[in-house]
C-alpha cells in the first residue's frame, strides 16, 4: 500500500476492523518510510452484472440508476436519505446474491417497486408510473384500485 504522504510502499498494519454496514474491513496504517499514519479501505472485488434493458441492450450494472430514480420518487415524502440508501442497498444485495451475470432491468424495477411499496405509497406509485411506463390516466387509475384493494 502506498502512502498518501512520502509514496513509499513499506507500511504495516495499526488495526483493522469491518465498517459499519460490514462491506469492508477498514485499515489503520502506518508508514515506516515516514512514520505517519493513514487509513485503508478493503472491499471485496465483485464481478460485473450485465443488466439486460428492454429493447435488449446490455450494460453494466450500476446502483446509482437505482438511487436516482428512488430519490426522484421520494421527493418531497417523509422518507429519509439513509431509508432510501437501506432500499437500494437491499436490492443491491438481492442483485448480487442472485449469482446471475446477467439480469433484465424489469427484474430489478420489480425489486425496488415491492421494496418501495412498503415504505411509502405514493412513492411507490411515483416510481411505478415512470418504471410501467404508464400511458394514459386510466393506466395509472388501475395502479391505484390494485394499491386500495389490497389494504
Known sequence: MKCRYCASTDSKVIDSRPTDDGSSIRRRRECNGCGRRFTTYEKIEELPI???????????????KISAGLRNACEKRPISASEQDELVDSVVREVFNSLESEIPSSTIGEMVITRLKELDEVAYVRFASVYRQFKDINTFMQELELLLREK
Do not use: C, P, T
Open 50 to 64: 450485465m443488466v439486460i434493458k428492454k429493447d435488449g441492450r446490455r450494460e453494466s450494472f450500476d446502483s446509482e
